[in-house]
Every structure is written in structure tokens, then in C-alpha cells.
């Protein structure tokens, strides 16, 4: 299976003003396009060209020591940017307000409310040192949601013994500097604050509902 970059739901321009034209090409095709070429490079002719990305950074451990760093980095960035396209939407549009249904028992179950919930995963978004991601999560052992953060492209997937987080993801935020430098320069927490409004709430329920089955 070649990976390839995924077809943006909206146009570049369609997340402003609270993330910038400007960013989202060179996010959405200059970095994602590096994890995917890279990606394929290494994979290219092995046994394992042929897995879905999600399905091979569950199994870095099977990879010689010469690919298994590339394919970490590069098929992670890639399973962890296509989420991350896909669970923003325009403001109003799709993107922002609060979730409802399932979804919402269950972050007031695990946080005792949505705004518990924006207050850590904020807090773990803005200490993630250097480069990397936070993550709502859904953890299959204990029923439960949780947030955790993983450095530069690791993917809870991977599992907690490899990143240090483990369980499906079903929102994931990048905080490395290209994500947000251009508009907001080193203020990571007004890209945070930003981020909020334009999260589609409804793609994040699907993928909770998902991950219950």
C-alpha cells in the first residue's frame, strides 16, 4: 500500500482567522508530503509496503534497525496529521462548540466536565517540552478516556511502552512550531486557545464510537 497525502475537507483559507492559509499549505502539503514520501521510500519494496499506516506503527518492532526510526517518524507524522485534517472543520461550520451525545457522557464522566476536560488537555498541549502532540484517548482496558501527550511523531498506537501513551486516539492536536509559528510565534497557547474553535466535534464522536466496538 503506497501512502498518500489525503484531500483536505475544506479549502486552505476555510480555518481562518484562527489558523492561516499560509500554514495550513505548507502543514498540509509541504510536511505531510515529507512524512509520506519518506515513508514510502523506506517501506518501498519490504514485507511490510503493503500495511495500512495505522496497522504498521503498531509493529515498529518488526522492522530491521535501519527503518524502524524512519518509519516511526514518518509514518506516525502521517497517521497523525490525517486526524488531525480530519477533526477540524470552519468555525460554524462544523468546527467548535461542544460535543453532545456519547461523546460528551463520557468526557464528563472521565474530567467531571467539557470545560475540566479543554483545562487538561490544554495544560498537556502546553507542556509537551520541544515538539510533539497531546491526545484524547480512548483507553479499551479501563473503559475510560484519558489525555496524554506524545513527542515529535509518536502515535498512541504505538503503545505506552514505545511512546509513552497508549490507547485509540480520537483527537489529536500537533503543537510542533510549524504548526502554529507563522500567526501566533512563540505564543503556543493562543494557538491552543484558537484550536478550540474550529475542532469538529462530530468526526471526533465517530471515531469514539469506533473505537468502542
Known amino acids: 500500500m ?7 475537507p475544506y479549502a486552505l483559507n476555510a480555518l481562518e482567522p484562527f489558523i492561516d492559509a499560509q500554514t495550513m499549505e505548507i502543514h498540509s502539503q509541504k510536511h505531510h508530503g515529507a512524512y509520506v514520501t519518506n515513508a514510502n521510500k523506506a517501506l518501498e519494496g519490504t514485507q511490510w509496503a503493503s500495511l495500512p499506516a495505522e496497522v504498521m506503527i503498531t509493529r515498529l518492532g518488526e522492522l530491521p534497525d535501519d527503518k524502524r526510526g524512519v518509519v516511526r517518524n ?3 507524522g502521517h497517521v497523525n496529521h490525517s486526524m488531525f485534517w480530519a477533526t477540524m472543520a470552519p468555525a460554524g461550520k462544523g468546527g467548535g462548540g461542544t460535543p453532545t451525545g456519547d461523546l460528551l457522557e463520557a468526557i464528563n464522566a472521565a474530567f467531571g466536565s467539557f470545560d475540566n476536560f479543554k483545562g487538561q488537555f490544554a495544560d498537556a498541549a502546553t507542556k509537551r517540552f520541544g515538539s ?3 491526545w484524547l484517548c480512548w ?6 478516556l484519558q489525555i496524554c501527550s506524545t513527542a515529535n511523531q509518536d502515535n498512541p498506537l504505538m503503545g505506552e511502552s514505545v511512546a509513552g ?5 480520537l483527537l489529536g492536536l500537533d503543537v510542533w512550531e510549524h504548526a ?5 510565534q ?21 471515531n469514539f464510537a469506533k473505537a468502542r466496538k
Do not use: F, M, Q
Open 180 to 184: 502554529y509559528y507563522l500567526k501566533y
Open 165 to 169: 501513551c497508549g490507547g485509540v486516539p
Open 186 to 206: 512563540n505564543r503556543r497557547a493562543d494557538y491552543i486557545g484558537a484550536w478550540w474553535n474550529v475542532v469538529n466535534w462530530s468526526e471526533v464522536a465517530s
Open 132 to 134: 510533539g502532540w497531546a
Open 74 to 76: 514518518n509514518a506516525g
Open 139 to 144: 483507553h479499551a482496558g479501563n473503559k475510560k
Open 2 to 8: 503506497t501512502y498518500a497525502l489525503p484531500t483536505l
